[in-house]
């Protein structure tokens, strides 16, 4: 099989979760959306290792594995109170950093 | 050969679907289970390039843990589940431009850096003793590393869900 047919699967998943990322205003959708970017950059890790006949790819997908694990307990953590002290958890409202 | 590139286009083409779905569902509850069928089709690719190890990781941490989180997390941020309007910014257009861009480049650069470049016939099927060998040997400080950020994750989320 060529690399290639993974690699464009890769990048078309990433920026189908970039879309999501910039579009979407629920702040669940866009932690989905975050896992979707996550998971076209394994493919690509896990795609690359088998390409070089290395195992590095795998360990790396693995850690990226372990840290969307984490990513997603603080990120839900984060919605959660976002949600306890205005709620809602459109992301539109979310802007007194803007002042 | 002709059946991986079946099974491969097969599982793409499902992937594919699930994500644009993700990404445009009116419904928390459909996306979540419309990213149930990517992170699955995931798993199925790593079995295609012969990584075993890590579909299984794949399914049981995020197949497992990481849709119940979402679920719970859709449960305990809304009142009501269905369908809603209005999940969308009003800079969305601007949004499916930059992602069109994006994709344009990237399929144009990996399309120009491995052009028909062939993942070799018989995949080195690389056992999870290697995989564990390679874990615990040269990468053991970031897997130390890594244990800390779990931590840290599990102290911040309890935290920060804590009532008081």
Known sequence: MLINEF???GALLFSIGVYGVLARKNAVLVLMSIELILNAVNINLVAFGAFWGTVSGQVFALFVIAVAAAEVGVGLGIVLMIYRNRATIDLETASLMKG | VVAQHIAFGIIAALMVVGALRVVTSNNVVHAALWLVLVLAGAAAQYVLLAAEFVAVTQVLVYVGAVMVLFIFGTMLTRAQIGRERDLNNKGWPLALVVAL???????????DAFGDDELPEEPAIQSVQNVSDSIFGPYLIPFWALSFVLLAAMVGAI???RKD
């Open chain 1, 7 to 9: 690699l464009l699967l």
């Open chain 2, 101 to 111: 861009v994006l994709g344009g480049t990237l399929a144009y650069v990996l399309l």
């Open chain 2, 159 to 161: 935290v920060l869900a």
